[in-house]
């Protein structure tokens, strides 16, 4: 009875990228416990969205990808619909309205849009896989505009890039012309170049936005505010040197010189207290994760398994790398935090549903075999 | 590769796979797929390395650069906030001022039992229930590792008695703030406004205007009125500290300072003594007054009753006095002046009669009949004066405000002319005064009318809607700024200055003065002749019209109009004023201006369900102009508020 149970239990899960997913959480438990003072309430808060968390992905793993596809077109139309209730009911915090107040809580549907599009591009592209022309770029690149239009107006440029990001990995691997993967990469290549060295503001870049990217250049300009964030972060990176300043005792973090060292600027108190060795790890099992994603995509049964294993990779990479690029002064400032590792809920709840819909793919694929 | 012969979805893939042509077509898209898979861990694996290489840069080669820098870090920059500029009136009496005195705070997060913390406060330092409420109001808009103020203006000997125990009380500190303090409490509440603490809407303000930085240190930013809209310019530019901390994060000694450049003062063309005794007169009434001075455009003042204390509003309202301001019927939190909009009944007529003489409309020129009613559209529109005047001509029809005349006038110009007149002075657009949340009124066109509704029905402008218009009734409703405005425009000559209530800038430091104004908004195409028929008009209220009783031995020259303003819809019944509720009343319009040669003053009086413009709005323009003109204050206001109830005479009914 009860091997059956656990037979069950088990059955949906891929041990290995199970086994990554904890090891980053041990990293991220041991890292917010330093970061925050040693605050143990914030590290159990913390440890119970990370339970919350496995039990959803969970739960997701064990839908059949027939039931997923069924679910694309659904999911994507109430994040786009969800999308514009918050335009027109959103609640505003901090200048941005990115929340919908559903009674008991807020939600943040660019958060559900992540899943839904990568979804919904990868069932698109299913569908049409045999006489695949131009045309179903253009429709591709369509559902793509429409969410980040809308997300773009709340205002959030983060994260609609990566969400803008998430969909073209699936237009990659679905057979994008390189071609075009070449031009679009020069384009957004110059349009970067003009706004960080002409100083170009245009509209859809709000004012501070185009400064973030200024003071990325020069971080003195502006020692009170953004340009502080980077000088700081990459003091305490530097000075952590090879192999760190050791568990608890970076001085940077602990007196008080990184700000949001919980959430966005974690990192600087990792690179910090455990060097570029710790580091290079951080980097390797964040490697392990993605390269167990992309092995999913690889051995998929069906083009929808594939496109959507190959997305959720890549997409975690983005973060990663957008992320870390941003704390040790690389990219601009923009509000990434890092994956499973940062202080907040949402993010992590949504990977982890990612990290769901890998298993069902990686599940899927047994079952056929067999 | 070899399981999976199939790929697509194994349900439809069966008889479409037999062909030969579509599995090749497979196996070239597979080996796509696989380039692609290849090319994307390349792309992992290139940028982790950039990752790589950068943390090499920093951690292994300019390591030691950065491990100075974390050394030399023990330097910390501490924001340190400006005084905030200094707001006096026209005459340099000081309005807004700041003064320094000690605060009890609390950071909750520092703290395990906070009730208790506070129980044991109150032993040391009185702390009211007020307080108290006012503390959680506070904490519940705060983040807990704020440092909030549970008790504010320490005496010295409280400071004394907590700093002998506050070795009990971590988490628990004395802090030397600058207060911001209004002398005159409600006298000109609405205008000059108030401060507040800053919350997450100010916060994402200031970040989209990218001054967040600045308001690091700062807690109080401007709210409302002149605090709010010259913000910028009082707060003054942050300055830091760069504080030596050991290795437990206190500060040793300051090592380098960058002194804050204190906020500018304000001097604003206001006059207080004026504004006092305006507010006295309209005290106990629900109503609003702006005075205006023509040649300027300067507002010499501003006045909105009921009013409330800003100063409650600067460390935190507490809840139930909050409450009890906002859900009073007197709504004394509404800005009447500036955003009251209402009807402006028989004011509306000085500026209809320009707009005929401009037009040159033949009613000007001719004396009509006058039955006391006007016919149109088989409606029979009432005058106010029951049979009538017997005959009209356009000169009389300002002194006894004939409404006959001015509906059959309306008629004549027809809505599109009239809209496009009034528009010229500001009337249905806002005036740009620098004071925040103007309305900007209703001038009603046939195209307002389209937009203003959704049912086809209530788009369409019909002709009888312009009749009332003609007497300021209808959908016309303005703001009592929008009358003085308009009014100093008139008597100005059609020269019209923007309204503004603060002359100039001050800079403290170097005494530099920036000039708000004067610069004329635009000048009105009017001939001076029609200007001066209409001035004459409005001086003939006040030596034989509906102003006289009012404006008996005034010792100066003024002219003016009365207004009524309907507020309940008689439904062709006679209003008496006892007989309807006190707050369906009409509202008392006057508008005045003083001298009549070289006017120094115009201004516009609503009192809210005053009746008659006559009988509560001229008065207090007369005592308003009797004290601006020659000095002379108004006696008890007991007294004067007992005339209120005097009905006008029958002659001078027009209203």
């Known amino acids: ?370 | 590769m070899k399981h999976r012969p199939m790929f697509g979805a194994p349900t439809r893939g069966k008889t479409r796979r037999s062909s030969n042509n579509e599995l090749k077509n497979d196996r070239e898209a597979r080996s796509a797929y696989e380039l692609r898979l290849v090319a994307a861990a390349g792309f992992v694996l290139l940028l982790f390395g950039v990752l790589l290489a950068r943390f090499f840069w920093l951690q292994g080669i300019q390591h030691d650069k950065y491990m100075t820098l974390a050394e030399a870090n023990r330097i910390s920059l501490v924001p340190v906030p400006p005084s905030r500029g200094i707001i006096r009136d026209r005459n340099g009496v000081i309005l807004a001022h700041n003064f320094s005195a000690y605060t009890l705070e609390i950071t909750p997060s520092r703290i395990g039992n906070l009730e208790a913390t506070i129980a044991a406060l109150n032993t040391l330092v009185e702390i009211t229930p007020k307080d108290r409420r006012r503390f959680k109001k506070l904490q519940e808009e705060s983040k807990d590792f704020e440092s909030l103020p549970i008790k504010t203006r320490l005496t010295d000997e409280e400071v004394a008695r907590f700093a002998a125990n506050s070795y009990r009380f971590p988490g628990v500190e004395i802090k030397a703030r600058l207060f911001r303090h209004y002398p005159y409490g409600q006298i000109a509440s609405h205008l000059i406004g108030y401060i507040g603490r800053i919350n997450d809407r100010d916060l994402a303000d200031l970040e989209e205007a990218g001054t967040l930085a600045n308001y690091r240190g700062s807690e109080h930013i401007g709210k409302i009125g002149i605090e709010a809209s010259y913000e910028r310019y009082l707060h003054g530019t942050t300055g830091f500290e760069e504080v030596e901390i050991d290795a437990n994060g206190r500060a040793v000694r300051t090592l380098r300072r960058v002194s804050p450049r204190p906020g500018q003062d304000l001097q604003l063309s206001v006059d207080i003594k004026l504004q006092e005794v305006a507010e006295r007169l309209l005290a106990g009434r629900r109503g609003a007054l702006v005075a205006i001075e023509p040649a300027t455009g300067g507002v010499l003042a501003f006045v909105s009753q009921p009013g409330f204390d800003p100063n409650l509003f600067v460390d935190g309202i507490d809840p139930q006095t909050w409450k009890e301001l906002n859900e009073s019927l007197d709504k004394p939190l509404l800005n009447r002046a500036l955003r009251g909009e209402y009807p402006p009944g028989s004011t509306f007529k000085p500026f209809m009669a320009m707009a005929a003489l401009e037009g040159n409309f033949p009613l000007v020129h001719q004396t009509i009949a006058d039955p006391g009613y006007f016919v149109f559209g088989g409606h029979r529109f009432r005058d106010s004066k029951a049979g009538g005047y017997g005959s009209m001509s356009f000169d009389r029809s300002l002194t006894v405000s004939s409404d006959t005349y001015y509906y059959q006038l309306a008629v004549q110009m027809g809505i599109d002319y009239i809209a496009n007149f009034m528009s010229g002075m500001d009337f249905g657009q806002r005036t740009g005064i620098d004071l925040p949340g103007e309305r900007p009124g209703v001038l009603p066109s046939a195209e307002w009318k389209r937009k203003r509704f959704k049912n086809p029905a209530q788009q369409k402008w019909y002709a009888g809607e312009t009749v009332s218009i003609g007497i300021g009734q209808g959908y016309n409703s303005y703001t009592p700024l929008q009358m003085a405005h308009a009014t100093a425009t008139l008597v100005n000559y059609g020269v019209a200055y923007r309204p503004h209530v603060v002359n100039q800038i001050v800079d403290p430091n170097t005494g530099e003065l920036t000039q708000v104004e004067p610069r004329p908004e635009r000048t009105l195409p009017w001939k001076r002749e029609n200007i001066e028929r209409v001035i004459r008009g409005l001086a003939s209220v006040i030596t034989n019209g509906t102003g006289a009783n009012a404006f008996r031995n005034a010792g100066y020259t003024a002219g003016g109009k009365t207004g009524t303003a309907q507020v309940f819809s008689l439904k062709g019944g006679k209003y008496n004023a006892r007989s309807v509720h006190e707050r369906l009343r009409d509202h008392s319009w006057f508008i005045a201006f003083a001298p009549v040669e070289q006017p120094r003053i115009a201004l516009a009086v609503i009192v809210e369900n005053g009746g008659f413009g006559a009988a509560a709005a001229a008065p207090i323009a007369r005592k308003v102009l009797d004290f601006y003109l020659l000095g002379k204050k108004p006696e008890d206001p007991v007294a004067q508020n007992a005339s209120v109830v005097e009905q006008p005479s029958a002659e001078r009914t027009g209203d």
């Open chain 1, 1 to 370: 009875m009860i091997k059956r149970l656990w037979e069950r239990f088990k059955q949906p899960i891929d041990p290995w990228l199970l086994l990554f997913t904890l090891l980053v959480f041990v990293v991220s438990a041991v890292l917010l416990y330093s970061a925050s003072n040693q605050d143990v309430d914030r590290v159990s808060d913390k440890l119970t969205f990370m339970g919350i968390s496995l039990v959803l992905m969970w739960c997701i793993a064990n839908i059949r990808q027939q039931t997923l596809m069924r679910l694309a077109l659904p999911a994507y139309l109430v994040g786009v619909l969800l999308l514009l209730a918050v335009e027109f009911f959103g609640v505003t915090s901090h200048g941005a309205t990115r929340w919908l107040n559903i009674g008991i809580t807020r939600i943040q549907p660019s958060e559900l849009m992540r899943i839904a599009l990568p979804l919904m591009l990868a069932w698109y592209f299913h569908l049409h896989e045999v006489h695949l022309n131009w045309r179903h770029f253009v429709v591709g690149a369509l559902l793509i505009v429409v969410p980040v239009g809308l997300i773009l107006k709340q205002p959030d440029l983060g994260t609609g890039l990566l969400i803008t990001s998430s969909g073209f990995y699936v237009l990659f691997f679905a057979g994008l012309s390189w071609r075009l993967i070449a031009a679009g990469a020069a384009a957004f290549g110059g349009l970067a170049y003009v706004v960080t060295h002409w100083n170009l503001c245009i509209n859809i870049l709000h004012e501070y936005q185009c400064r973030r990217v200024a003071t990325m250049l020069d971080p003195t300009s502006d020692p009170l505010g953004a340009g502080y964030h980077i000088i700081q972060g990459t003091i305490a990176i530097g000075s952590g040197g090879w192999f760190g300043k050791g568990w608890l005792a970076g001085t940077q973090t602990h007196l008080d010189f990184i700000p949001e060292r919980t959430t966005d600027f974690i990192f600087a108190v990792f690179g910090e207290e455990f060097g570029l060795v710790g580091n290079a790890l951080l980097l390797l099992l964040y490697l392990l994760v993605i390269a167990r994603g992309l092995m999913i995509s690889h051995g998929a049964s069906t083009t929808f398994g594939r496109l959507l294993a190959g997305s959720i990779a890549l997409n975690f990479f983005t973060y990663v790398f957008v992320n870390m690029g941003m704390v040790s002064g690389i990219l601009p400032v923009v509000g990434v935090p890092l994956p499973l590792i940062s202080y907040g809920g949402t993010s992590m709840v949504s990977i982890l549903a990612s990290f769901g819909l890998l298993m069902s793919i990686q599940r899927d694929r047994k079952l056929m075999k067999g």
